[in-house]
């Protein structure tokens, strides 16, 4: 192994997985598509005891980004309603399995049913130790920088008691880094589609510059926890080499 390269820890600190393909599995059972979006919270919910018994500390979920506004208007709402609908109802979900949930994304963008149920389950749960699962709504990572810039600079203005020179107006990496939504939370080490299609999609495009990437041609509702293991598995079978030789 050359000087540069880093073995990988045998399991991630911190996973996202871009939740696709609900619609396709039912369209391919001749379902409702909402139906998909249904079944895709229970894998969810599968995902996460997975996780947590993996000993993963984050978990990044990729509910509805800025891009599914193109969708019908059935659908959209159909979705978002099941996302206010399930952070009011999995309360026992979270307590029994000690689940932090935090949430990235614009929350201005959303409903005021979605976005009172953010705000309660977050603040509900921020005690529980097990996992923080991150629930990525009305999310887009191109959308994160841009808000993270803009917060920094009003921050910078803010502070400034006089005109601000173009110095004050240079930003650094860690300047963004520290404005964006969850700044606390590690990168992830692992990101993982599945659905078929082997691209980010806008998704923690920041956060995810050293991830490895895995992807998988299972239909998000047909995930299970043995699904999980096998893209750990393949994680850690990886090694890194940040810049250096392998």
Sequence with gaps: MGSGAKPLAAVPRHIGIIMDGNGRWATRRKLRRTLGHTRGIEAAKRIVRE????KIEYLSLYAFSTENWRRTEEEVS?????????????YSFYRENNVCVRHSGNLEGLPSQVRDEIHRVTEETRANTAITVNLAVNYGGRDEIVRAANRALQSRQASCDRPPTQDDLLLTEETIQSHLDLPDLPDPDLIIRTGGHRRLSNFLIWESAYAELYFSNRFWPEWTGKDLRKAIHDFGSRKRNFGGTG
């Excluded at 996780?51 to 993996?54: H, V, Y």
């Design 51 to 54: 996780a947590i018994a993996q």
């Design 78 to 90: 159909f979705i978002l309603a099941l996302v206010a609908k399930n952070l009011r109802s999995q």
